[in-house]
């Protein structure tokens, strides 16, 4: 029978069964959040994979590429080396920073062993500068910088910026806290609120582990997960264990927090004994967006020196050797759908290690900050010694640095010499809002074309009828000239037309790249799968977005 009879027959028999089971499938049960609808239409294609193209020859894929925008110090005494720093938008403009100060054991005598929080501000997010809070906080405990925030509860994770316009009026801003004890496993964790990033006090009750676990080992991360309607978190499984886990929070209480499960440990095609370190996760779209477009991790790769753990290595701990002195710490993407099941990407290094720069040895991001323009910024720490250097490090090699990068400039497809080709699968336009396309052709060209669902171009919008673009945009928005070409006495151009233009329902975009690099697709559409086509052939049924796919 045809295959349009074979479908309705598959979703008459899923009804049947659903009704079986005493449900409908128009009201399954769902975990997202209903408190605030999504409100952003804008669907973006990013290049992670090629799950929303069904044409790419002579590209290849590339990571992109974060500036160095800045470098911050504190006192000399004040070591950044896992600093957990977070960067903090504040309603009236500007930003502030809260970070980690721990005293190890090349730090002055005042200051060793001691761990408190400290605060810096910015205008722009990009240059910070230390804080003073001594008349804001004039009767802190245990001060014992100009700069400090709090007293020192224990080890900070984190900063958690909460999205949520619902629950963000009354606590903004999170610490993930581990609290101090002897012997270690009595440790426990702790969640601190702020509202404006300088008092700051603890929401007594809450957690971010279930009890019982045991505190891991910093770093974790919290962010929110749109598609579960809940609070993630990216974890250690337990202390000294070296691989990322993945748990969700409702309310950051024992009763809707859920157990840990393994997200990565090393496999094939990590170096030899290497270990991640951890997983610092953000949302890659602004909070309310309709087709969320997942999540993208920094993992870390810890580098370890391949006899590290062998008899009479350095760095024994419990009475076993461990993998701790030497070996550097650099940063490869990961990408997921829905924040619980992820995936790698490139192993080339995010944030490499580069010789002689102030991430030579370790850096370790722990903060991203999405600014209107599009533009990211990542906060990292940073050092040129290498991990457990207690030796030789001091606090004056370490650092936060500030990078910048480029409007979803996480991955891109770039032409591989000469001309390559990219096609996106079958888009359907819910409006007449153009298809923009963010792409670096700056000593190169790209021309766009677009075809019905069959691939068949479109009269008009073929790329001999398109403006061609050379030059640097997030923001591209083909056009072309259906009618006509420019003539042949030097008249101006006339009849230039977008994709609206088009006057189609189903469209695809295919691109003709020329020493380019395209970053992303974006305009209000939904990607189709070939049974949503011939649904709306057949029946117009209109596809809806599925969060999380």
């Not at 996480?410 to 819910?430: D, K, M, P």
Request: charged content about 15%.
């Amino acid at each position: 029978f045809d295959r349009t009879r074979q479908q309705g027959s598959m979703k008459r028999l899923s009804a049947l069964l659903w009704a079986a089971a005493g449900c409908s499938m128009s009201t399954l049960p769902s975990t997202a959040s209903s408190d605030q609808p999504p409100t952003n239409s804008t669907t973006t294609i990013r290049f992670f994979t090629d799950a929303r193209l069904d044409l790419r020859v002579n590209v290849r894929r590339v990571v992109g590429q974060p500036s160095l925008l800045s470098v911050y110090h504190d006192a000399p005494q004040v070591d950044l080396t896992f600093s957990g720093a977070g960067a903090l938008p504040l309603p009236g403009g500007g930003y502030r920073m809260v970070y980690q100060h721990y005293g190890g054991p090349n730090s002055p005598k005042e200051t060793k062993g001691a761990t408190c929080c400290l605060l810096a501000k910015s205008s722009d997010g990009e240059v910070w500068e230390a804080e003073d809070t001594t008349a804001a906080l004039p009767s802190l405990p245990n001060r014992q910088f100009p700069n400090q925030v709090m007293p020192a509860p224990g080890a900070l994770h984190s900063v958690f910026v909460d999205p949520n316009p619902a629950v963000a009026a009354k606590c903004p801003f999170r610490a993930l806290i581990a609290k101090n004890s002897d012997p270690m496993e009595a440790m426990r964790s702790a969640v601190w609120c702020s509202t404006d990033g300088v008092h700051w006090a603890e929401n007594t009750g809450l957690s971010w582990v279930l009890p019982g676990v045991g505190v891991p080992e910093p770093p974790s991360f919290a962010f929110w997960n749109e598609v579960s309607g809940r609070y993630g978190m990216s974890c250690r499984p337990m202390w000294g264990d070296r691989r990322v886990t993945y748990h969700e929070t409702a309310d950051w209480t024992a009763n809707t927090t859920t157990p840990q499960e393994l997200v990565f440990e090393p496999d094939d095609l990590d170096p030899p004994v290497a270990d991640h370190y951890g997983m610092h996760v953000s949302a890659l779209d602004p909070f309310g967006t309709v087709d969320n477009g997942g999540f993208v991790g920094l993992l870390y790769v810890f580098h370890t020196p391949p006899g590290a753990g062998q008899s009479g290595a350095p760095g024994v701990i419990g009475g076993c050797p461990q993998k701790y002195n030497g070996g550097r710490i650099d940063i490869q993407l990961t990408f997921s759908r829905n924040g619980r099941h992820w995936q790698r990407t490139l192993r080339d290094p995010f944030l490499p290690n580069t010789w002689g720069s102030v991430m030579s040895g370790v850096v370790t991001p722990t903060s991203v900050l999405r600014l209107d323009n599009g533009t990211t910024l990542i906060l990292a720490s940073a050092t040129r010694r290498e991990h457990g250097d207690l030796a030789t490090a001091f606090p004056a090699d370490s650092s936060i640095v500030t990078l910048g990068l480029r409007p979803d400039g996480w991955v891109a497809l770039e032409s591989a010499g000469g001309v390559g080709y990219i096609g996106t699968r079958v888009l359907f336009l819910r409006s007449a809002a153009p298809i923009t396309v963010n792409v670096d052709c700056r000593f190169g060209t790209v021309r766009a074309q677009l075809t019905d669902h069959t691939g068949t171009v479109l009269p008009g919008f073929a790329y001999s009828d398109n403006e061609p673009l050379s030059g640097d945009e997030t923001g591209w928005a083909p056009r072309w000239q259906p009618k006509g070409r420019v003539n042949g006495n030097g008249g101006g151009r006339g009849g230039w037309v977008s994709t609206e233009g088009a006057n189609q329902t189903l469209v695809r975009l295919e691109l003709e790249l020329h020493n380019a690099r395209v970053y992303a697709v974006s305009g209000d559409f939904v990607v189709l799968q070939a049974v949503q086509v011939t649904d709306w052939l057949t029946d117009s049924a209109v596809p809806r977005v599925r969060p999380g796919f």
